[in-house]
């Protein structure tokens, strides 16, 4: 009976194969995963993760997680059928307005245009810069800033884009904060604790988000980022992202009650 040998591959094959082997492991299909660092990038960016140690690298690879251009979700969701509803425009869109000449992908563009396109309000803990002596035109943009929020949130809702609900909640405690300050507080709270719930594990009403006066949606209940059936779709990190920036706006409320 024939010894069997093992064959010996060459010094370049094996070389590949050390190389195959240390790579990283592939991500759960996002592009906007993103990994631990041991540090902040710069002093002036980074956050602590949540459910580990080290920071996040955060980014552009967060935008595009947190407003999925490409509709990663709704293509998971719908399967083929997504191609079909996309050619006769039953996806979810604002279907009357000014942007319902809009595609969706181009309405969440300007969705996130109203959300990002001005750093006035970009520090993170609350400074109050409300004593009464703001001119017409500060008082102005502020009061347009917080509009746009509103709108934004409207517009979210007809996305039926979760992760964008809560950012913009989250947007409008800011920008309440910004416009009022301590005399915004209490509304601005409401604003946070209603981002908590729609990235938590439970559910939400569509409703009760909603602003006073928009009747335009329904009662129906959806499911928050870290339900069990989000995840089906969506990864934690979602959930994470919505979390954090709504519990940095609660705090921001609750220390200027």
């Known amino acids: 009976m024939a010894k069997k040998t093992k064959s ?3 010094p370049k094959q094996q070389k590949n194969t050390q190389k195959r082997n240390s790579s990283p492991s592939p991500t759960n299909g996002n592009a906007a995963d993103s990994h631990a660092l041991n540090s902040f990038l ?14 996040d690298d955060g980014g552009l690879a967060d935008l595009q997680l947190l407003f999925d251009l490409e509709d990663c979700f709704q293509k998971k969701m719908l399967g ?3 191609f079909n509803a996309l050619r006769l425009d039953e996806l979810p869109r604002a279907k009357e307005g000014p942007l319902s000449r809009l595609n969706r992908r ?16 970009s520090h993170s803990v609350f400074v109050d810069s409300v004593d009464g002596q703001e001119d017409r035109k500060t008082i102005e943009y502020r009061t347009n800033r917080l509009n746009q929020a509103k709108d934004a949130l409207v517009r979210s809702l007809s996305l039926q884009e979760t992760s964008c609900v809560a950012v913009t909640l989250s947007e ?14 209490i509304e601005a709270l409401q604003y946070a604790e209603k981002a908590l719930l729609v990235a938590g594990e439970g559910s ?6 909603a602003l006073e006066g928009s009747t335009f949606f329904n009662k129906s209940k959806m499911p928050g980022l870290a339900n069990k059936a989000s995840l089906r779709l969506r990864p934690l990190r979602l959930s994470q992202l919505c979390r954090r920036q709504a519990l940095t706006q609660r705090g921001n409320a609750l220390v200027a009650l």
């Open 80 to 82: 083929v059928k997504y």
């Open 42 to 55: 710069m002093q002036t960016t980074g956050f602590k993760m949540l459910d580990g140690n080290g920071y």
């Open 8 to 10: 010996r591959s060459s």
């Open 106 to 121: 181009d309405q969440k563009l300007a969705l996130a245009a109203l959300l990002y396109q001005s750093q006035e309000e």
């Open 204 to 209: 939400w009403s569509i409703s009760d988000v």
């Open 172 to 185: 409008l405690c800011k920008r309440q904060l910004a416009l009022k300050g301590k005399c915004g507080a």
